[in-house]
């Protein structure tokens, strides 16, 4: 469909150059005004949840998928896995009971699951440790809003409890009644999810050693659920 433009009358002040204005359904377009560039304000990663299970805007990125676009199609490669492997591990020290009272925990690993499978693409190799993380994350989430301590408030702890690092989101706690019944639940929602990202490998070893890296990363936060 074409759209005419049709020259309108110009007007110009004494001594001065008349702007040509052209009209497009009736509407005055001054073409010598100059052009403003606008950015969407909201992203995917900036939804603001509260306490609810997604990421916030203040999340800092963990380099799971080390910057990788959710569009790019990645194949295993050994340094991928290793930033993934990392950034699970830094769970462990940043969930740690140093820094995080044990009924905070199950929420912190909630976290870093969804962090980090937010930063890895949605197709490609990785797609099946994103998918496994992601469900495991929906279901830490399910039981931290069945077993929620209404009256704790939330804590904001630093990566890998270094006083300069970024926050995380709030992290909420379970009702100490409920705590022994909710690690066991998070627990095998860990354990799950190990299982279905090995299921994942298609009878390929050269998968099985990179998911079985990831998988043993995803094994480790299962301590945090187990120190005091």
Same mark, same amino acid.
Request: glycine share 6%; charged share 25%.
């Given at each position: 469909?074409?759209?005419? *433009?049709?020259?309108?009358?110009?007007?110009?002040?004494?001594?001065?150059?008349?702007?040509?204005?052209?009209?497009?359904? @009736?509407?005055?377009?001054?073409? &010598?005004?100059? /052009?403003?560039?606008?950015?969407?304000?909201?992203?995917?990663?900036?939804?603001?949840?509260?306490?609810?299970?997604?990421?916030?805007?203040?999340?800092?990125?963990?380099? +799971?998928?080390? +910057?990788? &676009?959710?569009?790019? $199609?990645?194949? *295993?490669?050994?340094?991928?896995?290793?930033?993934?492997?990392?950034?699970?591990? +830094?769970?462990?020290?940043?969930?740690?009971?140093?820094?995080?009272?044990?009924? $905070?925990?199950?929420?912190?690993?909630?976290? !870093?699951?969804?962090?980090?499978?937010?930063?890895?693409?949605?197709? +490609?190799? $990785?797609?099946?440790?994103?998918?496994?993380?992601?469900?495991?994350?929906?279901?830490?989430?399910?039981?931290?809003?069945? @077993? *929620?301590?209404?009256?704790?408030?939330?804590?904001?702890?630093?990566?890998?409890?270094? &006083?300069?690092?970024?926050?995380?989101?709030?992290?909420?706690?379970?009702?100490?009644?409920?705590?022994?019944?909710?690690?066991?639940?998070?627990?095998?929602? /860990?354990?799950?999810?190990?299982?279905? *990202?090995?299921? &994942?490998?298609? @009878?390929?070893?050269?998968?099985?050693?990179? !998911?079985?890296?990831?998988?043993?990363?995803?094994?480790?936060?299962?301590?945090?659920?187990?120190?005091?």
């Amino acid at each position: 469909m074409s759209i005419a *433009l049709t020259p309108a009358a110009t007007i110009a002040a004494p001594g001065t150059k008349a702007q040509p204005q052209f009209v497009i359904h @009736n509407n005055p377009v001054d073409l &010598s005004a100059p /052009i403003v560039r606008v950015q969407s304000k909201t992203t995917s990663s900036q939804q603001s949840t509260g306490t609810g299970g997604r990421q916030t805007r203040s999340s800092p990125s963990l380099g +799971g998928g080390g +910057g990788a &676009s959710l569009k790019r $199609y990645i194949y *295993l490669n050994p340094r991928e896995t290793d930033k993934i492997s990392d950034a699970l591990g +830094g769970a462990l020290k940043t969930c740690s009971p140093d820094f995080v009272d044990r009924r $905070y925990r199950i929420d912190c690993i909630r976290f !870093y699951f969804r962090q980090i499978a937010s930063e890895l693409p949605r197709t +490609g190799e $990785y797609a099946p440790v994103r998918d496994a993380l992601t469900t495991a994350a929906d279901k830490l989430d399910a039981i931290i809003r069945q @077993n *929620l301590d209404p009256n704790a408030p939330t804590i904001r702890p630093r990566l890998n409890g270094k &006083s300069a690092a970024p926050r995380l989101p709030p992290i909420r706690a379970i009702r100490p009644e409920s705590e022994a019944r909710a690690m066991r639940a998070a627990q095998a929602v /860990i354990e799950e999810a190990e299982t279905v *990202l090995l299921r &994942s490998t298609e @009878n390929s070893d050269r998968r099985m050693a990179h !998911y079985q890296q990831i998988a043993a990363a995803i094994d480790s936060t299962k301590v945090l659920l187990r120190s005091t």
